[in-house]
């Protein structure tokens, strides 16, 4: 029997109606952060939960009780009186809700592989609302496009960091779990989920079957094509073009090979050799090779 704290219970009901406001559809968690109802076809056949999504009229479907509606989150957690957090669900409208989540449980830093990868593939992510976790680690909140599904993933774009996307949750702010409190970063509250950067949506999403005569990246065999995007480069890009190329350069086979020519193109934008070659070792670590 699960222990009942009323306290938590109504604290987490009080944060869930105040997500609904923004229209964020949630469902009541466990101290396990588990979905607190559990399914009611948890006797009947194998097939059968994965099946109905609600459909049936009974709560305990997961991430498909989610709902806004004020009255319906009251009977979620009249249901599970011993939830002491909740859940939002991603991918819903209107905000299509993608979460990055930054985990501290790998060896990685994850803060920094996120960092590397907005410069690989120049990208931002803009001010938004962020959780913080009870282990240290972080959810960024970002908006999705309505006519794309982003899928859930773990340690795809870099150990450590794992996104909610539809048919996944997050864990609420106020939540209260066996190891803490999940609470929002000073300054972020009052914010919208931000758009997804289009460079790291592009990330996020399955690949798309390349349609015949679309030109690629700028790349050749050779790494010309590369060469010159970093010669292009202008004041206050060139390190961020130069990794791009690198990672590209090593993603091609061709790393080695274009290390001189890219120091040389480097240094003609301006960079010293040592930044250069800083630069294009952290592009090789990064691609998992070795500068």
Same mark, same amino acid.
């Given at each position: ?64 009780? @989610?709902?806004?509606? =004020? +009255?319906?989150? #009251?009977? !979620? ?7 002491? /957090?909740?859940?939002? $669900? ?103 989920? @931000?758009?997804?950067? =289009? +460079?790291?949506? #592009?990330? !996020? ?7 015949? /005569?679309?030109?690629? $990246? ?74």
């Amino acid at each position: 029997m699960a222990t009942i704290d009323r306290r938590a219970t109504t604290l987490a009901l009080a944060h869930a109606l105040s997500a609904a406001e923004r229209g964020l559809a949630v469902i009541p968690l466990s101290r396990t952060k588990l979905p607190a109802l559990r399914s009611p076809h948890r006797a009947g056949p194998p097939a059968e939960p994965l099946s109905c999504h609600g459909e049936c009229g009974r709560f305990g479907h997961g991430v498909h009780d @989610a709902s806004t509606d =004020p +009255a319906r989150i #009251r009977e !979620l957690f009249a249901a599970a009186p011993w939830a002491t /957090g909740y859940g939002i $669900a991603c991918g819903l409208p209107p905000h299509h809700l993608v979460g990055v989540d930054l985990d501290t449980k790998s060896e990685t830093d994850s803060s920094a592989a996120l960092r590397e990868l907005a410069l690989r593939h120049l990208f931002t992510i803009p001010p938004t609302v962020v959780v913080l976790t009870p282990s240290g680690g972080r959810h960024l909140w970002l908006t999705g496009p309505s006519d794309s599904v982003v899928p859930n993933s773990a340690g795809r774009l870099a150990p450590g960091i794992d996104i909610r996307g539809a048919g996944g949750y997050l864990v609420g702010p106020g939540s209260r779990t066996r190891h803490g409190v999940y609470t929002t970063a000073p300054g972020t509250s009052h914010l919208a989920p @931000a758009p997804c950067p =289009p +460079a790291l949506l #592009r990330l !996020l999403l399955p690949p798309r079957r390349p349609t015949p /005569g679309t030109p690629d $990246a700028p790349n050749t065999p050779d790494g010309r094509g590369l060469i010159h995007f970093v010669l292009a480069a202008h004041e206050g890009q060139r390190n961020t073009r130069l990794f791009w190329a690198a990672c590209r350069a090593y993603e091609n086979g061709i790393g080695p090979a274009l290390l001189g020519p890219l120091l040389e193109a480097a240094q003609a934008t301006g960079l010293t050799e040592r930044e250069a070659r800083t630069t294009i070792a952290s592009a090789a670590r990064m691609t998992g090779h070795r500068p």
